[in-house]
């Protein structure tokens, strides 16, 4: 029997920061943010991020405005796609800069951002940036280097591929004594077994975590036991510690209602066409609370720490359903399984403690947050 207990499951909030472009109020991003915190329902609120190819709110902005609402949530990005378009110095300074206005609460998801062969977008982005494609990765990995040395007591001396620096000492630093660097992956199935080996490994070397998005559950649960594997090679087993799934939800007892809703809103949010029906039934967990408790589940057996969930929804009143959904009937349900499975993985400790332990606080935040038995229900509602 196993030894150890799993990682207890911790619940993200994504942000539609792009939303804001086709009509989503910033003061709703910035509400929904405050009811997270204040809920304790769920432990992170996170925002997307791109510069010329899918524009939005910008990724560092939009968090440093959510760390002075919040107070709790860890804030993160998911993914931090134009990190190789940007300049290493300025960001650590950027970076630091908004842990210290969180109070070190901040989580860096990164990537190497789409190539310029997945769509014209993208290729001018990589342009105007003055990055050709084939340096994304080289750069992704020199830049998290760089930032670590930049966030360390020392001053930089530093001479690589892409840049040089002589006795840098970047200021301020972070809260955190490491800040977590998350690494979002997701390797093409057509470019072959080469190609996604380097990818989870980059991860297992470089990260103390991974992102990903719109991958079976099969295929996660593969590529984490394979990223475990490689950090354990490279002596970072205990540092290589969260799996980080980025999922779409919305929920409605009319399952095609949810689907049909959703698909109108992931082709505004990533332009029509660019989501295959392949991605789609892996990404979207939508119809009832008892479809969408199984989806985010299977996920959660297959070892995702992590989930981060994002509304599909395009209207205000069908964001405030979904939500409603997922505080009072999804989120409890999945909790609760996903805390039986980590006991019963757990050998030689104390009696587990009875089912309703911590119970008030979940259904405190759950009425705050769902707008339900609480006296901002009417200004809950309206903000949704």
């Known amino acids: 029997m196993p030894t150890t207990t799993k990682q207890p499951v911790r619940f993200g909030l994504s942000l539609s920061n792009r939303a804001v472009l086709f009509g989503l109020s910033p003061e709703l991003l910035l509400e929904m943010a405050r009811l997270a915190d204040e809920s304790e329902v769920f432990d992170s609120v996170w925002v997307g991020d791109n510069l010329l190819s899918k524009p939005r709110l910008e990724a560092i902005a939009t968090l440093s405005a959510l760390a002075v609402r ?11 796609a134009s990190f190789p378009l940007r300049h290493p110095l300025i960001l650590a300074i950027q970076w630091a800069s908004l842990d210290v206005l969180a109070g070190g609460r901040t989580i860096l998801g990164v990537c190497a951002g789409a190539s310029a062969d997945q769509g014209p977008q993208f290729a001018a982005e990589l ?10 990765i080289p750069r992704l990995e020199e830049g998290i280097d760089l930032l670590r040395r930049f966030w360390a007591a020392e001053p930089v001396s530093f001479r690589g591929r892409f840049y040089e620096f002589d006795t840098v000492n970047a200021l301020p630093k972070p809260v955190q004594e490491r800040v977590p660097i998350y690494l979002g992956v997701n390797p093409r199935k057509e470019l072959g077994p080469a190609v996604t080996e380097r990818a989870l490994r980059r991860v297992a070397r470089l990260a103390d975590g991974w992102q990903v998005d719109g991958t079976p559950s099969e295929v996660f649960a593969e590529h984490w036991r394979r990223i475990k594997g490689y950090a354990a090679e490279y002596g970072r087993a205990a540092e290589v510690k969260d799996a980080c799934f980025h999922m779409m939800v919305n929920i409605n007892e009319d399952a095609a209602a949810a689907r049909s809703e959703s698909v109108e809103f992931l082709a505004r949010y990533y332009g029509a066409g660019r989501i295959s029906s392949e991605k789609l039934e892996a990404w979207l967990a939508a119809g009832p609370p008892s479809a969408v408790i199984d989806k985010i589940s299977r996920f959660i057996e297959a070892g995702c720490t992590i989930p981060v969930l994002r509304f599909t929804a395009l209207t205000r009143s069908h964001v405030s359903r979904s939500r409603h959904g997922l505080i009072t009937a999804v ?10 499975a980590r006991w019963s993985c757990s050998v030689g400790r104390r009696a587990k403690p009875a089912a309703t332990a911590g119970a ?14 609480h006296p901002r229900k009417t200004a809950v509602r309206q903000a949704s």
């Not at 919040?70 to 931090?80: F, H, K, M, P, S």
């Not at 342009?127 to 994304?136: D, F, I, L, N, Y």
């Not at 989120?331 to 039986?340: I, Y």
């Open 127 to 136: 342009e105007a940036m003055r990055v050709p494609t084939q340096e994304r």
């Open 360 to 373: 008030p606080a979940w259904n405190e935040g759950a009425q705050l947050l769902s707008g339900a038995g």
């Open 70 to 80: 919040t107070r709790r949530v860890r804030l993160g990005a998911i993914c931090l």
């Open 331 to 340: 989120l409890p349900a999945v909790r609760h399984a996903s805390e039986e």
